[in-house]
């Protein structure tokens, strides 16, 4: 089933049809003379031809002075095309037999002389022109306007004082051929006219410029009346009533418009320059935004300013009727709620990220209240969270915690107030109070209902974060933790092959003291040492993978990138030492540290079982880190050649020659880590 046919296009005949009607009468008239009657009423000539003359003038006068306002160049060449009809129509009204003066060739001709120099004006406006031609021609407009009254008075006064070729009747005949040619090349400019506004009317549909289009039409087809019709025939009446029929047309959809609006503001905005339009829109925009100002500062103040006087400057400036107005301070205070809205749902938004950051709950409720102060203008809030299973709030938020439904009451005088519970997990969790001045809309109980739910999201989540803070952080490094919970699927077994910086640790002397001491005080030993040991490591950016007895193993550049992970793992060595030798000093008997940093390729990620797995860094560059850890001294950081290749100049070090270690059939070549420079 095929659906309707597109209306443009229908629409689009039936105006064709119409317009065409007038020259398929033409040509019947000429193919049958005996239809084309005879009717000779020089009154009635006269009038009409000075009421189409009088209609050119109004829209000429009215055009122009909307030209001017707007400084709008095609504006004013399509006045002038007006005028100068009205003018030289005017003239020809004069030659109307037994009125006013005899009929002679000067006055004969004026129309289609008349009619032919404003296709002329018509063409040229119809012309794309850019901000430079367009401000050259209105810088001419004194000169043409003042060029077309010279040039209607001079034929007049030549016609009336019968200079040659305007003193006789007879000269008409002799230059028929001329005149053709002078009404071919009129009506050929009014087509060009009415086809460049058309592509206008594509891109701004409008009711004036399909008048504006109509009339050029109908006015070329009047200048070819005028050339095949005769004398006081009906053919000959057909163009008089052409003529006034097109102007008129474009007059009624004037009068259309200044009814409707009850004002000429944007009366011919359609026919306009695209950057006269641009112009216009922009001192509109200027003009809301300026209305829009007061009353989104009437929402910040406690004694609004009047919104009328702002409002009457605007239409005095754009010539606004009172309806107008009206619609532009409705505007106004649709744009300003529109804009509130906007600042209120950037402000959920926001409350929305700080819900994907770890924070207290009291920073996150101060952060909250930061980004909701701004947005919700003269509107107090306040949060109240249970504590002990008891609400600090008034009545209202109780009445809201105890129900999980939003609760609305007066607060005395004007002021209302909505509470809005918070809940975890279903429960209840604390309550969210908003107190206004006046009402609240269906919009702001909406958007206030997102705003608790966002905020209900931002407490789990905090709350969330505390526990994976004193739980899950008390087992794994922080860094894979936080990567754990952006990407939980890096917990999956397996791993990818990247470059890191491996540090392994363990406390030299330690089977002789755990021999000569109780458990417990091996625990005391080992939980002061790694105490001290595993801040610094997670101060400079690396992950404990595993402590093992009296060893530890940590790992720079994974999860998270580090460019300068080999600089990082080296101070942190250095760092715990310095820490842990300062503990041991105290105790007499305990170990120290013996430190291992190893650079290259290891195979990072999960191992073990679904059930249970471990992230760690795999491959020989592990085990060399062990092994340089074994041959470092009590209180040493031995460090791999390709650790030092990192460090560059910034390490100072004591070279080790070439090691003899378990695994590697050549000499290998270590360093011993004296300090690093900064």
Known sequence: MTGAPPRLPLRLGVWLVHIALPLLGLWLLVAAPFTDLRWENHDAHLWLVLATAGVNLLIAVAMNAEAGRRQDARLFLVSMAFAAAAGFLGLHALSTPAVLVGRNTGFVIATPVGLTLAGIFA???????SPR???????ARPLLRLGLVAAVLAWGVLTLAQFPPFDSLASIDEQHAMLLAFLAAGATLYVIAALRYW???????????LSLITAFVVLAEALVAIAYGRSWQISWWEWHALMAAGFAFVAYSAFVHWTREGSPTGLFGAIALAQTLQNLRRDYGQALESLVDVVESNAQRDEPVPVEPVAARLAARFELTERQTEVLVAAGDALAHERDQIRRQGALVAVGREASVIRG???LLDRVMALAGGAF??????IDLLHDGELSGDSVAQQALDSLQPVEARDGGNAAVIALPLTVKGKPAGVLSVRRDGEFADRDRALLASFAAQLSIAVENARLYRQIDTLFRSYISPDVATSLLADPEQARLGGARQEVTVLMADLRGFTPFSERSTPEQVVAMLNT????FVPVVLDEGGT???????ALMAVFNAPVRQPDHALRAARAALRAQQATGAVAAEREGWPRFRIGV???????????????RLFTAIGDTTNTAARLEATAGVGEVVISASTLALLGDAAVVESLGGLELKGKSAPFDAYRLIALQA
């Open 598 to 612: 190893n650079t290259g390729p290891a195979l990072v990620g999960n191992i073990g079982a679904e059930s249970m």
């Open 377 to 382: 203008g003269r509107d107090t809030l306040r």
């Open 123 to 129: 063409a040229v406006s119809a012309l794309d022109m």
């Open 544 to 550: 404990i993978i595993q402590f093992v007895g009296d």
């Open 529 to 532: 040492h790694f105490g001290t």
């Open 199 to 209: 592509t206008f009317y594509r891109r701004r549909p409008s009711v004036m410029l």
């Open 361 to 363: 709950e009291a920073e």
């Open 133 to 139: 031609t367009a401000a050259l021609v209105m810088r």
